[in-house]
Every structure is written in structure tokens, then in C-alpha cells.
């Protein structure tokens, strides 16, 4: 497998990873507190950017219990309601809202949260996680404060406290270090639905250099957590072992840093007391001058950029890096960590990401694969009216509206130049409607070559870069939605403002023949129309 970088006349290649956006959300929902105690008031918060019209707030709540198995569950102890609506005035784009649950939760409950940003031009966004609330009954496991979907495919992150904090500290720090370090980083921020949240209420410690102290619950934490973060106040150099990484607690570039090692398998880029080896699949660093040079022009880099690794005191080892230090921002793997307050992931940093992002999206979050029936996906995806659409790799797509009626679900596989259908399905839910920045329009074609439907897909394995480029996995499998139209025959697959969403220079869509799949679907039937009339029933 690789990864494909094009570049589409980026003169300075070395900021062209300095905005990338991947993310498809743009309202973001908080609370306060992170963790409310038993009937504790929380905020419930949420601002949105854009051509807002308004704001909705909603949440529902399950209760924590043990069966007469022993098993955990949650039972749902109350439906979904919505608590606020914020309108916006005439010319906004910015908009803020709040609701406070002055009564709080009772203990053993699990909170979803859902804020929904409502546009003018009728989509709509939308940011959901959970959070426990009040006293949680299962002490020795991590404790949910955002967790936006399954641990297999999401990048789970605990926080564990250290001796020099206290647990009041270290909990009021908490939501900084989400939303002030975390999704003040772009890879984080705009991309918030691949990360999960927890943190333990048993203490840790942490002693430079790399030695970890576990807390007692430290099995429980490592059966969930891709990353565990051991939080600190003192300055002191912090350092990653396996899935533990420490930090300070309020130092966003050293968090990212660690992160980078602890989620997706970065190596350092600085000079010379780390370990370094080139990774075996898309790698940050090389081995030698030939291999950096071979792959530079895949991340969008001269091959001049080079630099076998070097302290200031002129020393060298033979690795080679290829993400800049400098000018600003530079590499957050590299020197500019501590040299650079703009720091970031760039480029070779950002291929290694988008892969990761893709093993979680296919349900194989840091190598603990898993298989599952894509129905079963598809029958959450057709759950989600009123959010973006999920297909069965968990790649990201349109919002839903309408009323529900039947509608052709089809898997297409999206392979270099190709692209060919892999099963399909009528389900009930509303055809898509396009909404928010998109890579891929989906155009549903009759048999005399006309238009039946239309939405675009915004998909995080599809990183933009400035406007100038994009990567993108050669192999990917993405759900896409039709009308369930006797008429329907084929797909059309096209970039959006003139992108060069597959390889070549011209503009090209790629057609997918879907008689042969619509066929198949409705074998032992006199006739497709026949076959849809007795789905509709």
C-alpha cells in the first residue's frame, strides 16, 4: 500500500501542510465540567462559524449498572429532548450557545451530547460525544469526558494524574488540555470524531528520564487507551514508553509531540539521544540520503530538503529528515518544538497520520484489527439521520434530510484510475443532501445519461493542502446513496472545484455501471421494479 501526494503548483512545498484541513464539522460542543459530580449544574456549550441561521442543543442520558451476570450496561433513563435553540442575527457568522442543567445528573449516568448547527442554506453540522456525569460506579476503568464513538475505531487518549497534581487540579485541567492544546492543532481540532477521551481517577507518577510509575487500575487503562498520558506540573523532559507518554500538564507542543509518538508511530526528528529507524510504511524519517530523496516528491518536497539529523554541536547520525525546522511553522517532531511556538505536523508527519486515521476508519485503531459484517455498519450509518453519513470503512459523508423514503446504498471501491461496485442496498432513511467543505461529488445517472441526485463527500483521507494538493489512499472503500429509481444505472465519482481527485492531469470522473449490482440485488424477482415495489412494502 501507499500513499499518493500530488502537488498542483505549490511553489513553497514547504508550507503546504501548514493549514490542512481534514475535518468535517465546523460547530464544536463542550460542557463544564469535563466530569460533573452527582447533581452537580453543568454547561452545556457550543459556537459555530459560518452562514449560521441557528443553533440547537439536545442530549439524552443512560444509566450505569451491572446485570445479574455481573456484565456492565446502560440502560436509557431519558430520551432525547432538546434543552436550548440559539437564533442568529441578520449577518452573524459567529454564534454562541449555552444551556445549564442547573440540577445536574444522578450518579451512574452517561450523558450524549449533541449540538447542531443549522445553515441557511439548509445543511446542517453537527459535533456529538459522551460523557459520564455524577458518581461513576466502575471506579478502576477509565472515565468517558468526550467519546465520540467505538474504541476500535476511534484513537483513544486517558489522562492519568501524577503525584505532584492534585485530582482537582488535574480534572479543572482537563478541558485546556482538550480544547486549548489538543484542538488548537488542526489534525486534532478539525478532525475531533477520531478521538476519544478518558481519564483515570487512580494516581500515577513520573520521574525523567522515562521512568513510569502505573496506578493500579493501569490494565483496565491499557485495555482501552491507544495513548496513555501521564500528566505533570514540574518541568522536567518528558518522554514515551510503549503506549504511556508523559507531558506537563498546561505545555501544548510537548503533548502534541508525544502524542505524535504515542498515536501514530512518529519518530523524532531532532539530534542525537532518541531512538530512530525508518518506519516500514510511510515513514517520517529514512535510514539514508537515497531513500528521503526517493520519497520526497510523494510528500510534496524537493529532494533538497533532505538533512541527515545534527546537533547544534555539529555531531550527526545517519537518519535522514525531511519536514523543515525552519522557516516557521516548522516540524513539532523536530528542534522547533521547543525552538517554534507555531510548530506543527507537516507534511511527511501528515502522511504518516492520514494513515493512521484510515486503519481507524476501517475499524483497526492501532493494529487491533477487528472484522464486522459491513450491513452492520450500514445499518448505523441509515441510524444517523439529521447527522454526516458513516459508511462502512467510517469514511465521512453528506448530511441527511427529507423525510425517510428507500434509496440505493452502494459500496464502490475506489482503486487508482478505477472504481467498481461491491454490494449493494435498499435501506429506508432520507437521500443526502451536500454540506461543508467536500472533496468527491456523487452524481446518481439515469439511463438516458440525466441527473437524478447529487451531494458531495467529505472524507479525512482526503487531506487538502492549501488548495494545492491532496493526499490519497490508493485503495478505499466509501458508501454512497442513490434514488431506489428503476431509472438509476450508473455513478458518476468527480472532483469538486476542479481538483484532481485521480490521477492524470485532466479532470476526470469515473463512472460506475451499476446495473450488474442492482441485478444481483434483486435476483428471484420478475422485474427491478418489481423487486423495489416489494422492498417499499
Not at 533532505?306 to 516548522?330: H, M, Y
Request: with cysteine; proline share 5%.
Amino acid at each position: 500500500m501507499f500513499l499518493t501526494l500530488i502537488r498542483r503548483g505549490c511553489a513553497l512545498a514547504v508550507a503546504c501542510f501548514a493549514g490542512a484541513t481534514t475535518g468535517w464539522s465546523s460547530v464544536v460542543a463542550s460542557n463544564d465540567p469535563l466530569h460533573p459530580g452527582t447533581n452537580e449544574p453543568v454547561r452545556l456549550s457550543a459556537r459555530a462559524t459560518g452562514d449560521i441561521k441557528k443553533i440547537s442543543l439536545h442530549y439524552e442520558r443512560y444509566t450505569l449498572s451491572k446485570d445479574a451476570s455481573g456484565r456492565q450496561t446502560q440502560h436509557l433513563a431519558e430520551r432525547e429532548i432538546t434543552v436550548q435553540t440559539c437564533e442568529a442575527a441578520n449577518g452573524v457568522s459567529l454564534l454562541e450557545c449555552e444551556y445549564e442543567v442547573t440540577g445536574g445528573f444522578p450518579a451512574s449516568s452517561l450523558v450524549k451530547y449533541k449540538a447542531v448547527a443549522h445553515f441557511k442554506d439548509g445543511s446542517q453540522s453537527l459535533d456529538t460525544y459522551s460523557f459520564a456525569a455524577g458518581a461513576f460506579p466502575w471506579p478502576d476503568r477509565p472515565i468517558p469526558i468526550r467519546v465520540t464513538g467505538d474504541i476500535r475505531s476511534r484513537l483513544d487518549i486517558i489522562f492519568i494524574p501524577t503525584k505532584d497534581l492534585t485530582l482537582g487540579q488535574f480534572k479543572n485541567g482537563l478541558s485546556s488540555v482538550i480544547y486549548q492544546l489538543y484542538f488548537a492543532n488542526p489534525w486534532y481540532g478539525n478532525n475531533r470524531v477520531m478521538f476519544n477521551f478518558w481519564y483515570s481517577g487512580e494516581f500515577g507518577d513520573y520521574q525523567q528520564l522515562c521512568k513510569f510509575l502505573d496506578p493500579g487500575n493501569i490494565a483496565s487503562l491499557s485495555a482501552i487507551g491507544d495513548a496513555i498520558a501521564f500528566l505533570h506540573k514540574k518541568n522536567m523532559r518528558d518522554c514515551r514508553s510503549g503506549k504511556r507518554f508523559s507531558s506537563e500538564i498546561d505545555y501544548g507542543r510537548t503533548l502534541l509531540h508525544e502524542s505524535g509518538h504515542a498515536l501514530f508511530g512518529l519518530m523524532d526528528e531532532y539530534c542525537c539521544d532518541s531512538r530512530y529507524e525508518q518506519q516500514p510504511e510511510f515513514p517520517n524519517l529514512w535510514s539514508s540520503l537515497a531513500a528521503c530523496e526517493a520519497d520526497a516528491p510523494n510528500v510534496l518536497y524537493p529532494k533538497r530538503l533532505c538533512t541527515q539529523l545534527a546537533n547544534k554541536e555539529g555531531r550527526t547520525i545517519d537518519f535522514w529528515r525531511i519536514d523543515p525546522v525552519t522557516p516557521a511553522p516548522g516540524s513539532i517532531m523536530g528542534p522547533a518544538q521547543h525552538d517554534d511556538p507555531s510548530s506543527t505536523h507537516l507534511n511527511a508527519n501528515a502522511r504518516r497520520i492520514l494513515w493512521t486515521f484510515d486503519k481507524c476508519l476501517s475499524g483497526d485503531c492501532m493494529g487491533n484489527g477487528f472484522s464486522i459484517r459491513s450491513s452492520q455498519r450500514l445499518d448505523q450509518l441509515v441510524e444517523q439521520l439529521g447527522a454526516r453519513i458513516k459508511d462502512a470503512t467510517k469514511s465521512v459523508g453528506p448530511i441527511l434530510v427529507a423525510d425517510a423514503d428507500l434509496i440505493m446504498a452502494i459500496q464502490v471501491r475506489i482503486v487508482g484510475d478505477t472504481a467498481k461496485v461491491e454490494r449493494t442496498e435498499i435501506v429506508r432513511a432520507p437521500l443526502p443532501k451536500s454540506a461543508g467543505k467536500a472533496e468527491l461529488l456523487v452524481k446518481a445517472m439515469s439511463a438516458t445519461d440525466s441527473t437524478l441526485h447529487q451531494y458531495v463527500i467529505d472524507d479525512p483521507r482526503l487531506a487538502e493542502v492549501e488548495g494545492q494538493g491532496y493526499i490519497r489512499l490508493p485503495d478505499v472503500k466509501v458508501w454512497v446513496f442513490a434514488p431506489a429509481s428503476t431509472s438509476l444505472k450508473s455513478l458518476d465519482l468527480m472532483p469538486v472545484d476542479d481538483k484532481r481527485l485521480f490521477k492524470g492531469e485532466a479532470l476526470k470522473a469515473l463512472r460506475v455501471d451499476l446495473q450488474p449490482g442492482i441485478s444481483k440485488l434483486c435476483e428471484g424477482t420478475a422485474s427491478i421494479a418489481a423487486c423495489f415495489q416489494a422492498e417499499r412494502r
